[in-house]
């Protein structure tokens, strides 16, 4: 009986999340695929072109006019053809590491979402034939995973590897120099990234990303009540999804193409599929730790009451909304900034960033022992307010103090001996 | 299992009937072919040995309850384990560093299986996330052709073979003495079990010893459970306070250091921009 017992509570748990994992792994992908087009098409948009819009359902094959539908089959195109390309392995590589690191970094891409939720939950699916004994449904794979942010920093730092192995891996200067900086400038930023989160962490009082969600419900969303983390976390998120102002890795006129210069075919699919991801892994974490989640005023009902299928519906629709601006936020600030140059990215992230971090770790600190000591007193309207004019007071200080004591001014006087003091300075 | 614990005698029937003992043995020969030196077909001959020993030490230990959790915990080990060896018998110093981080990653995935979380993403962080990159920017960096200059340097066949079977050693006494532990903890478990089934038996007539022993015979769960994080958080913060700050001293001491290391005797970004713009200007100046 025991073993029995075991083993059946085991499927039980075992078929929704890998129900999940499927649903996760193609979305993620289709997404990824279609986030593209919409890129292109947004890039089309700002420099006032007209973008890819040709590639619809081939029905001339069957002897009726083409669909082009907006371009919709554009994903599918551009995947057929990085799939039949010719898979190239230049002569002086080291094959092993240079076939290793492209899946190191799309499975640790891959693998973050284990502990990130999709949605809120459903209502239990038992009278659907799936057994889950009559509880509601997670949308995470992984749910009650007591350390779900360290997790997510885990498998973030893990991707530095596929960057760096495909640097060397690929015995190219230019390849190297690309894996170099962008090791150097993730392991830079994922400090002030620590500490914007520190300050949520510390505020909702868990690691737990479904909790952080709920703590957000019950309070005002921590966009609202830490606007300096938030500000810092998003900078940070940028730097470590490695985009535009910050994509120095890849810099094309400086290093041709970056660490996977020397890919092509599959390969350099994996490469370009795993950066999407870091860039969806980064919207989901802002939307998740600032923008509250699947939370909307008025409509998406309390956190910890029964759900039914109108509220959970309502819920993935606000959360994945939710996402899919913070991603077209992303794309629009691509065409938006001029690139960092390399030692301004560095002044950026140890001289601004880092202090703007601390400062908030600490205003949210001193906030929280305020709440404590006044007990019950500190649950009302009031304090919310106070709590949330206080956060932005500090926050314009702050940035007011770093703007002032602007450490990225550069000198831009003509210079000739100047020469040699600054090489040695950035050595 | 039983054999383990006889071994503890000295006896040397027991020894030889011990299953460990001769995993560890052939492992350790296993483990001399397979590192880096010139003996023909010694890595295959060395893999193969070190398998047949991963076989042996396998069978004799208890099987764990569900197959699927056994098999979780034999494919982990076995990574790690793996891993571990290739890292100190691989040639290549980058291929050193990328299997000591994968065996790192075997140990965070043993603490995962163990309930561990903070102790299993932490490693992961801080080991193969922070030191293993570092060891790699250095070894690309000083070497990029693959080997280096000290990997002809020779030790000798003296010091390969003391350190192998050394190794061998303290793994079969760390293997005794953990076992000798487990075995004690399985028997203080049992107790307790049966202690708690008494508790719940007397706890019908609500006598207040029996309330008692219900309440001392609950385990404690610290692993596994719901406030893992905040449960950990609390034993840190109060019982190994100091212990916590005294490392955090610690490092910020070695930060100190590094910064001060780093710009010994170099002076200001800016004190030296500005002497070489007056040295321009005196240049210009001299020359009309």
Not at chain 1, 116 to 139: A, E, N, R, Y
Not at chain 1, 370 to 378: M, P
Not at chain 2, 106 to 114: C, E, Q, R, S, V
């Amino acid at each position: 009986m025991p073993a029995h017992g075991v083993c059946r509570r085991q499927t039980q748990k075992m078929i929704p999340a890998l129900i999940k994992i499927g649903i996760l792994i193609g979305g993620l992908m289709t997404a990824a695929a279609y986030f593209v087009l919409l890129e292109r098409r947004m890039a089309a948009w700002i420099q006032d072109r007209i973008g890819p819009n040709r590639v619809g359902v081939p029905l001339s094959l069957f002897g009726f006019k083409d669909l082009a539908l907006w371009g919709f089959g554009q994903p599918a195109a551009d995947g057929l053809k990085f799939i039949f390309k010719e898979e190239y392995t230049p002569a002086h590589v080291d094959k092993r590491l240079y076939v290793i690191a492209p899946i190191v970094i799309l499975a640790a891409a891959l693998a973050i979402f284990a502990v990130i939720p999709f949605g809120s939950m459903l209502p239990p699916l038992d009278d659907f034939g799936i057994p889950t004994g009559g509880d509601p449904v997670q949308l995470v794979v992984a749910p009650g995973v007591d350390v779900g942010m360290i997790f997510v920093f885990a498998l973030s730092s893990i991707a530095v590897y596929g960057v760096i192995l495909g640097g060397w891996a690929s015995n190219n200067k230019y390849s190297f120099l690309g894996g170099l900086r962008s090791s150097a400038q993730l392991i830079a930023y994922e400090l002030p990234m620590g500490l914007g989160i520190l300050g949520v962490v510390l505020a909702a009082g868990s690691l737990n990303l479904e909790k952080i969600m709920q703590a957000q419900v019950n309070g005002p969303w921590f966009a609202i009540a830490q606007p300096l983390g938030f500000l810092v976390f998003v900078i940070a998120a940028f730097a470590e999804a490695a985009r535009l102002p910050f994509d120095l890795p890849e810099a094309e006129q400086e290093l041709i193409g970056g660490y996977h210069t020397e890919y092509a075919g599959m390969k350099l699919l994996l490469f370009l599929v795993a950066e999407f991801l870091h860039m969806i892994t980064a919207s989901f974490l802002i939307v998740i730790l600032f923008l509250g989640g699947w939370h909307f005023p008025w409509i998406t009902g309390p956190a910890d009451a029964e759900i039914g299928w109108l509220t959970a519906i309502i819920r993935l629709i606000v959360f994945n909304t939710k996402i899919f601006l913070v991603i077209v936020f992303f794309m629009m600030v691509r065409w938006s900034w001029p690139r960092f140059r390399y030692d301004q990215l560095m002044s950026l992230a140890w001289k601004i960033m880092l202090p703007l971090g601390l400062v908030n770790f600490v205003a949210v600190a001193v906030m929280q022992e305020a709440r404590h000591a006044l007990g019950s007193k500190a649950e009302n309207l009031g304090w919310t307010l106070m709590v949330i004019v206080f956060s932005w007071g500090i926050c314009i200080a702050a940035w007011v103090v770093a703007a002032w004591f602007n450490p990225l001014i550069t000198d831009n006087r003509p210079r000739r001996m100047l020469a040699t003091a600054e090489v040695d300075s950035q050595i | 299992m039983s054999g383990l614990l006889l071994a503890f005698l000295p006896d040397i029937q027991t020894i030889c009937s011990c299953r460990s003992f001769w995993a560890l043995l052939v492992g350790s020969v296993g483990l001399w072919l397979a590192m880096p030196q010139r003996i023909r077909y010694g890595n295959t001959i060395g893999g193969v040995l070190g398998i047949v020993a991963l076989g042996l030490f396998a069978s004799d230990w208890p099987k764990l309850f569900p197959w699927t959790d056994q098999a979780v915990f034999w494919l982990i080990s076995a990574v790690t384990i793996i891993a571990a060896v290739a890292t100190i018998s691989s040639q290549s110093p980058v291929y050193c560093a990328i299997w000591f981080a994968l065996s790192l990653l075997g140990t965070a995935g043993l603490f995962f299986f163990n309930g561990a979380e903070f102790l299993g993403v932490a490693t992961v962080v801080v080991y193969a996330g922070a030191i293993v990159v570092t060891f790699l920017f250095v070894i690309m960096l000083a070497s990029p052709a693959g080997h280096a200059s000290y990997d002809r340097l020779s030790w000798g066949w003296f010091g390969r073979t003391a350190s192998v079977f050394a190794a061998a050693a303290i793994v079969g006494i760390l293997t005794m003495l953990l076992g000798t532990l487990k075995e004690q903890a399985i028997v203080k478990q049992r107790e307790q079990t049966a202690a708690t089934t008494v508790a719940t038996l007397s706890k019908s007539h609500s006598t207040e010893p029996g309330r008692i022993a219900a309440k001392a015979a609950k385990p404690i769960k610290v692993f596994g459970s719901e406030d893992h994080m905040a449960n950990l958080g609390k034993v840190l913060f109060s019982q190994h306070l100091i212990s916590v700050e005294v490392a955090g001293t610690l490092l910020l001491a070695a930060l100190v250091g590094a910064i001060s290391i780093a710009i010994h005797g170099k002076r200001r970004l800016e004190t030296r921009v500005e002497e070489a713009l007056r040295q321009d200007a005196a240049t210009a100046e001299a020359r009309a």
